[in-house]
Structure formats: C-alpha cells, structure tokens
C-alpha cells in the first residue's frame, strides 16, 4: 500500500513543533512517508538568508523556535502549492488571521480525499455570522477536518515536558485515531473527543480569557482576582459554545482543550504576558506596538478573538450575558480602562 504524506502547513513557534512531533512518528511508523513537508511564509532574516534555506541548512528554525532540532525528515518549503501536493494528511497551524487567504489559494491544489487537521485557536466572523477555521477549512476546501487543540505552550513541549491535548473529531472515529498516531509520543498524550466545535471554542476563547488574566497581572490584584476572572472566563466559554452549537457537550471543558488549556495560558501564554504589559503602560501602548516589540513575528490571538466575539454578541444581543468577553474587547480598544475587567465581570449576567 501507498504511504502516507504529511505537509504541515504553517512554520511558526507552535508549527515548528508540530513538524517535530509529527516527524518522530513518521520515521517509527512504516505507514507514512518519512519526510515531513512544512510550508513556510517566506521571509529573509538580518543574516540575508532566507528562513527557508536557514531551516533546511540546520534542521532548525531559528526565528519561531530557536535551540530545537525539528528532525532531518522536516523539508521546509516556501511554495504553498508545492508543499501540498501529493499530501494525504494535512496540518493547519497558522495564526488564525491569514487563513482566509492560505484557503483561497489551495483551491483546486489539494487531493480530493486528503484528511485535514487544524490546530489553529481563533475564528472568522461573515455576514452569515461566526465560523470557526475547521469549518473555513472544510468548506473552501470541502475536505473533512479534525481540530488538536489543548494545555500546549510550544516552548515547552519544544524540550518534551510531558503534556496532553484533544483531538475532535465529527463522525470518523478511525481518522481521529490516525491523527492520534501521528501526533501521540511518550510525553505528548492525546485523546480523542467526539465534539469538533466544543474543542475548537475552548482553544479560541480561553485567550480571551487569557488577555482578561494579563490585565489582572498588570493590575497586580493577585491570585484570588485572577482565579476568579478564570472561574468567570470558563464559565461564558461553556454558554457562549453552547449558545452557538447546542452539540457542545459539558464533558469537553473538562478535557486537555478546556480547563487545562485555560490554565496553563493564563500562567504562562503570549497573550497574557502582552495583556500584562497593556495594563501596566496605562493607555500609552497599544496591543500592536506591544505584540511587534515582545513577541518578534509571532502573534496574538487574543485581541482579534475578543473583537470576533464582540461581533457576535452584539449582533445576536448577548452582549449583557457576556461582561467578561465584552469588556476585554472594549479595553483592547481603549473605551474601558483595564481595571474595568474586575467591576463588569462580577457583574451577574442576565441568563
Ligand atoms: P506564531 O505566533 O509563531 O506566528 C508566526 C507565524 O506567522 C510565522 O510562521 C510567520 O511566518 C507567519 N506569518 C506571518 N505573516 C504571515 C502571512 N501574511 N501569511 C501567513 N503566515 C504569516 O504561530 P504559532 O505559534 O505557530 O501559532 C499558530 C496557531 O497555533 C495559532 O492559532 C495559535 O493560537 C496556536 N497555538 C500556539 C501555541 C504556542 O504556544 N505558540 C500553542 C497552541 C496553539
Ligand atoms: P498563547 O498564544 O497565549 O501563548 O497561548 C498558547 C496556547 O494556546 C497554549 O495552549
């Protein structure tokens, strides 16, 4: 039989360890192909090299993930046409803003039968009204697409520290075991959950929640004030999912992709720490300037998110059942100031 190819598409902090993970596998399991394709945006570095040529000539990709050999099987490539073609699996992980485009240009380029997966934390939202990045993905594609999602800060699964993630899957179970193949190693545990849109809300929404948890930090109101801005958090992740999809069942928040994943990037997340430093400028920077000078390329989910939901609650008029998400996109935007999240989160929403 032919073996499986893989081709993630996406090459930064958390893709570059993707590729790592899945190229561990690839070389152990005789049913796919070794070598792993990753696509990369193209970019020179202050060197004059291409990132590309950089992570080919040292197995390492010294902008998203510096110090971390990916496997001599991972092929960087900038050709996002290329890198596709011939793929029977593939993997999304890009910051979730660029893939209206990334779609677009896969029409037409991708296997008819290919499997997708989308590891991307964030939503799209259209006049028809929200639409999570799977369902982009399936429906410019119309290709299935399971979604990984979890407790994941790529740093430190970059150096193997044991954690674990959630793959959800719509109808096929033995698809979502082969994604569990591929992506599964000793310190890397991952669980199959039949509840696509209740994995993907909890991976979008919980760095909103994130972004309220920087401001609390940058407040320095301490733990009580930020479990609690947690505690709150959590709970208008779970009626905002089931709100949208009423599928969404309560059994998923309590899986690698809600509880955990909420916990480990209130602690330790992008989002938080730039979140943090917003609060603590006191109106002088703005989350863009802040995102460029301490994240380096890579990006935020969180500000763009908690405007996507805005959007939603707003035209559906839910914005009084959801003070925390509402009030963490009206202080991104500056018409509250941080310590607002505190005072209209304990507000009692109006259910
Ligand atoms: P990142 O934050 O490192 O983003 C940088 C990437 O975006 C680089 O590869 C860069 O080349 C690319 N990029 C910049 N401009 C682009 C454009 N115009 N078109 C296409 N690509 C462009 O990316 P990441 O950490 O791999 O995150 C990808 C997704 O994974 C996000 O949705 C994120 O929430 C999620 N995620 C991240 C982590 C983490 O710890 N980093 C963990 C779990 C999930
Ligand atoms: P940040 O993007 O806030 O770093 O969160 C990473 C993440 O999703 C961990 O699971």
Redesign the pocket.
């Known amino acids: 039989p032919q073996k499986t190819r893989v081709t993630v598409v996406?090459?930064?902090?958390?893709?570059?360890?993707?590729a790592k993970l899945i190229a561990s596998n690839t070389l152990r399991l005789s049913s796919f192909h070794d070598e792993v394709r990753m696509w990369?945006?193209?970019?020179t570095l202050p060197s004059g090299e291409k990132?590309t040529d950089a992570i080919n000539r040292n197995n390492e990709?010294v902008?998203?993930l510096p110090g971390i050999k990916l496997g001599k099987n991972v092929v960087a490539d900038p050709d996002l046409e290329n890198a596709v073609n011939g793929a029977n699996m593939l993997v999304f992980?890009?910051?979730?803003?660029?893939m209206e485009?990334?779609c677009r240009r896969l029409v037409g380029k991708v296997k008819a039968d290919v499997e997708a997966i989308s590891?991307?934390?964030?939503m799209e939202v259209k006049m028809e009204g929200p639409c999570m990045?799977s369902t982009l993905i399936s429906d410019q594609l119309g290709i299935n697409c399971c979604v990984l999602?979890?407790a994941?800060?790529?740093?430190?699964?970059a150096v193997e520290k044991f954690s674990e993630a959630t793959v959800g899957y719509r109808e096929k179970k033995e698809i979502a075991q082969k994604w569990v193949q591929l992506f599964s190693t000793s310190y890397f545990i991952v669980t199959p959950v039949q509840d696509v849109e209740g994995v993907e809300l909890c991976?979008t929404l919980k760095?909103v929640v994130a972004i309220a948890a920087g401001f609390v930090d940058g407040l320095e109101m301490g733990n009580n004030t930020k479990a609690a801005i947690m505690r709150i958090g959590l709970r208008e992740m779970k009626a905002f999912s089931k709100m949208l999809f009423s599928s969404v069942k309560d059994t998923t928040f309590f899986e690698s992709c809600g509880v955990a994943?909420l916990i480990t990037t209130c602690l330790g997340?992008?989002n938080r720490k730039v979140a943090e430093a917003f609060a603590r400028s006191e109106g002088k920077r703005s989350f863009d300037e802040l995102e460029a000078e301490m994240?380096q390329?890579?990006?935020?989910?969180g500000v763009s998110t908690a405007k996507e939901v805005y959007e939603v609650l707003s035209h559906r008029g839910w914005l009084d059942f959801f003070p925390l998400f509402a009030t963490v996109h009206e202080i991104c935007i500056g018409t509250l100031p941080p310590t607002a999240i505190v005072e209209h989160s304990e507000r009692t929403p109006k259910m």
Not at 10 to 18: E, H, I, L, Q
Not at 119 to 122: A, E, T, Y
Not at 297 to 301: N, S
């Open positions: 996406g090459s930064g902090n958390w893709g570059s360890v993707a990369v945006f193209e970019e990132l990709n902008k998203y992980v890009t910051p979730h803003q660029f485009g990334i590891l991307i934390k964030g990045i999602m979890g994941n800060i790529a740093n430190e699964i991976g760095n994943d997340g992008r994240l390329g890579q990006k935020l989910q």
